[in-house]
């Protein structure tokens, strides 16, 4: 290992050269798995940069936003793909055991699969290979002698700040944004946990906690792709005269599920929260 660099560097070596991997394979041949697999390899990434920008904390904006901005269109691409994933999932929950057919919607979805798809495409191979080479050029800069007290601080005061964050409402139900807030939250939060014991750190909640964190990702998953899969359903719905009744049922179902899901996160990160607000 060479002195000039640290045992962060070499962690955050590790995904970067296995999401350029893939990057690079999906270049030469597009599979919706590599996709995905790439898109939690950027997200990695984006919460690396945030950890340093913890750390070098006199240029913490420019740090934590400009290495990663070459890599939004892509991202957004990505996630494209990720949006259609999550609602056919949804779409296939929604349905099982249902013998409806739903021939129009099935078309619907092809056509948006096609153009997400497409778009992935597209953006990876228009992506310069130079970007992947400045943000490793950053990262190498700024992890040089970074020791534990150091890494200890900064990601205690991410994970910290993460929670401090989230938004609740002072009345009513949670709404989308609150929920994406959570969701977002608790994802930096896992990353930056599995940063600080990869690095040999404790990690800075408790077992339990983590579990209870997984009860409300698992929760917060499916609220997701439920959310997205009413989303694409009113956009179908917005392309059409008229609306069969089996759609309208279908919708209504949707809507059903929401409520339940949405009260199922309510109650978990409030039973979350009181126990891990700083």
Not at 5 to 21: I, K, N, P, V, Y
Not at 58 to 85: D, G, Q, V
Not at 249 to 276: H, P, Y
Request: charged share 25%; aromatic share 12%; with cysteine.
């Amino acid at each position: 290992m060479s002195k000039s660099t640290s045992r962060m560097f070499h962690l955050f070596d590790q995904q970067f050269h296995e999401a350029r991997r893939i990057f690079n394979s999906l270049a030469k041949n597009f599979k919706s798995k590599k996709a995905m697999d790439l898109k939690e390899k950027l997200v990695f990434i984006n919460v690396f940069l945030h950890l340093i920008s913890k750390i070098h904390f006199t240029k913490e904006e420019s740090l934590k936003f400009e290495p990663f901005n070459p890599f939004l269109a892509l991202c957004k691409a990505l996630n494209r793909i990720h949006h259609y994933k999550s609602s056919v999932a949804a779409y296939a929950a929604a349905k099982a055991g249902d013998h409806t057919a739903y021939d129009s919607y099935d078309r619907f979805l092809a056509a948006i699969k096609e153009e997400a798809y497409g778009e992935v495409d597209q953006v990876v191979r228009a992506t310069p290979p130079t970007i992947w080479d400045e943000l490793y050029a950053t990262a190498f800069d700024y992890t040089r002698a970074t020791g534990p007290l150091m890494i200890d601080t900064a990601t205690s005061k991410l994970i910290s700040e993460e929670i401090e964050n989230i938004g609740f409402p002072e009345e009513g139900s949670l709404d989308s944004h609150s929920i994406n807030e959570i969701t977002e939250a608790l994802r930096t939060v896992t990353l930056v946990e599995n940063i600080r014991i990869a690095l040999g750190l404790n990690p800075v909640y408790t077992a339990f906690i983590h579990g209870e964190m997984g009860k409300l990702n698992r929760v917060l998953q499916k609220w997701y792709q439920n959310h997205l899969f009413a989303q694409h359903l009113n956009h179908f719905f917005s392309e059409k005269e008229q609306v069969s009744p089996k759609y309208l049922d279908l919708a209504k179902a949707i809507k059903g599920r929401k409520l339940s899901l949405t009260q199922q996160v309510e109650t978990l990160s409030t039973n979350l929260f009181s126990k891990v607000a700083v």
